[in-house]
């Protein structure tokens, strides 16, 4: 008589341990909430998320497996490709980092492209990630003088345009001479401050009738560069030259 007890006994204990389980089991299944990150406000498209901007919000746990935003975290600082609305789940790609969205991660920048013939612009060896600086070579008009016995002597100026600028990306292209391709261009993409942009892009509009640019790597250690900032444009500086080339793209 007493096996037997003890044996219900054991199988009752082995039966509430195993309804145990399942109640906890089930309980677990039955939490169908979770939070996920939110818009608080309106986040118009091409703005970088701030913490204030953000709330958590309880959706169904089922969407944890989609490529959604879960943690605040992990969206404060990324760039939004779409508008997002309050209170909606952010897919990863609505929401995505600088650099790749921009090609930089500093949101004062400005990016942009503009043409450099390999000859003079490291023999087209210029690599993203590379820091540049950039001339300007203005050709001047010759005088005669007396010391050369009626003969012009060629001068050329030379302006700093940028220095320490950033490359973002480089792109090798052609350029188009009448019916024929001429010699291959590169097009540097830089990311610089707005004062920088509008000097590249006026020396790059300029450069087919008048100026040539000069692209050379910007040295590794320099705290002049640390202590310039890059829109400072030293005075301009006339060389003499025994005969200046027209560059690739002058008419």
């Known amino acids: 008589m007493r096996r037997i007890v003890v044996l219900l006994a054991l199988v009752s204990l082995l039966s509430g341990a195993a309804i145990m389980v399942y109640a906890c089991e089930r309980a677990e299944n039955l ?5 996920f990150v939110v818009p608080a406000v309106h986040i118009p498209s091409y703005t970088v998320i701030r913490p204030d901007m953000l709330v958590e919000k309880e959706f169904s746990r089922k969407l944890a497996n989609e490529p959604l935003f879960v943690r605040k975290e992990e969206l404060v600082g990324k760039i939004t490709t779409v508008p997002l609305q309050p209170g909606q789940l952010v897919y990863r790609s609505q929401a ?9 991660d500093d949101p004062t920048l ?3 492209s503009f043409p450099v013939d390999p000859s003079t612009s490291v023999g087209g060896q210029i690599q993203i ?3 540049i600086t950039i001339y300007r070579l203005v050709a001047v008009r010759p005088q005669e003088t007396a010391s050369t016995t009626g003969l012009a002597q060629d001068t050329a100026a030379v302006e700093v345009v940028a220095e320490n600028v950033l490359v973002v990306d480089v792109h090798p292209g052609a350029e188009m001479d009448g ?33 040539d640019l ?3 790597l910007a040295p590794a250690v320099s705290s ?21 080339r027209p560059g690739v793209w002058n008419d």
């Not at 002049?224 to 200046?244: C, E, M, R, V, Y």
Request: hydrophobic content about 45%; cysteine-free.
């Open 31 to 35: 939490r169908v909430s979770q939070l």
């Open 96 to 104: 995505v980092s600088q650099a790749t969205f921009r090609l930089t």
């Open 214 to 216: 000069w692209v050379s």
């Open 129 to 131: 990630g590379q820091r």
């Open 179 to 211: 019916e024929e391709w001429s010699t291959p261009a590169h097009f540097l993409t830089v990311a610089v401050a707005h004062e920088t942009a509008v000097k590249l892009i006026r020396s790059a509009g300029g450069q087919r009738a008048e100026y």
């Open 224 to 244: 002049s560069l640390a202590n310039a900032g890059a829109d400072q444009i030293p005075p301009i500086t006339s060389i003499a030259t025994p005969h200046i």
């Open 110 to 112: 400005e990016v942009l």
